[in-house]
């Protein structure tokens, strides 16, 4: 894994293998882009793997994140044109992989959403509870961390390593930047004319024991909007289902591209 230095910027997990797809991985809130480290494996059979990476002191709008990885994007286009690209946006990078591919579109040919965060206003507990942050003293917002990680993810389901890493990646984000990022998310929007415009294929991850967010019941919702989408319930994941162990992105993308292939 290459290090992530002071701008954004994508991560090569793996060497680059330029004669497979691109796969491009837009990170939760904690923005490292390191936690995509359990899948890289069996997807680097397939595909040619970016991660993207956010500064921890990075407070850009959702427009100028979306314009600076739009042109991280271009680059990799203009040095391997026509392959396709794949672009997998979790949680928060949910959120932004749906910005990206509802305002240009031809950028992409295929989406992938794991309990994206557009529902973050839809858990009052979540969405109110992300106003306290900014009023916690510094070791408090430290040890709050520490106690929202079985809301983050089911840690038994987990390796222990897999547990420090989501661990190491919140505690990476600091204290005026958790503010702004869940500020970024209850200002996101969703617009119901745009997601019916959307005429790439779409595959949407929903964890049905997901205790941050209400990841199944608003996957639905972008399910009936979304022209060009196949859902896959994790009945017994939570949140940061990438990192569970019985959890296979690849063959979960296998899946989903058979269903595409027979229907």
């Known amino acids: 894994m290459e290090v992530a230095s002071g701008k954004i910027n994508f ?8 004669e497979l797809p691109l796969f491009i991985f837009l990170p939760g809130m904690d923005g490292t882009g390191k936690l995509l480290r359990s ?3 069996k997807l680097s059979t397939t595909f040619d793997i970016r991660c993207l990476s956010i500064p921890e002191n990075d407070l850009s709008t959702w427009d100028r994140l979306s314009e600076r990885t739009i042109n ?15 672009l997998c946006g979790e949680s928060f990078g949910g959120c932004l992989a749906l910005k990206i591919a509802l305002n240009f579109p031809k950028l992409l040919d295929k989406l992938i959403l794991v309990n994206p965060a557009t529902s973050f206003t839809q858990e009052p507990l979540v969405k109110y ?4 942050t900014q009023y916690l003293p510094t070791f408090l917002y430290q040890l ?16 222990k390593e897999e547990r420090l890493a989501l661990l190491e990646a919140m505690e990476s984000v600091s204290q005026k ?11 996101f929007q969703l617009n119901e004319d745009q997601l019916k415009g959307l005429k790439q294929p779409v595959l949407v991850i929903a964890s049905a024991a997901d205790r941050l967010l209400p990841s199944l019941s608003h996957a639905k919702l972008l399910v009936k909007y979304l022209p060009k989408v196949e859902m896959i ?31």
């Open 144 to 159: 709050s961390v520490t106690g929202t990680l079985p809301f983050l993810g089911a840690l038994g389901r987990m390796k």
């Open 39 to 41: 899948q890289t494996s």
């Open 177 to 187: 930047t958790a503010i702004w990022r869940f500020e970024l998310m209850r200002s």
């Open 233 to 263: 319930i994790l009945p017994h994941s939570g949140h940061a289902c990438l990192l569970e162990t019985d959890v296979d992105l690849f063959e979960i993308i296998h899946q989903w591209e058979s269903l595409m292939d027979n229907g």
């Open 129 to 132: 509870g992300s106003y306290l």
């Open 11 to 18: 991560l090569r997990p793996i060497p680059s293998q330029p």
């Open 72 to 86: 991280l994007i271009k680059i990799e286009q203009e040095a391997k044109p026509k392959r396709p690209i794949y």
